[in-house]
């Protein structure tokens, strides 16, 4: 474990508050416009299926953050 603080983890939780910010801008600006008439069933799976997605690559970003590599 790390005992000194380093640059990455302000930067890499400022890049994760931004890049967050932009993907639920995204999804809100064009989703509901694709899916206007869709069934509510199918509507809420889009959304639990996007609202799962950012979290794909939270782990190597996190990994990242703590070591300075992305694997």
């Known amino acids: ?36 008439g869709w069934p509510v069933l199918a509507q809420t799976a889009i959304y639990l299926i996007l609202g799962i997605v950012w979290l794909l690559p939270l782990k190597r970003f996190l990994i990242w953050m703590e070591t300075g590599r992305w694997g």
Do not use: D, H, K, S
């Not at 508050?17 to 694709?34: K, Q």
């Open 1 to 36: 474990m790390r005992r000194e603080p380093n640059w990455r983890i302000p930067v890499g939780m400022l890049a994760l508050l931004l890049g967050l910010t932009i993907y639920a801008v995204v999804i809100a600006r064009y989703a509901p416009a694709l899916m206007a």
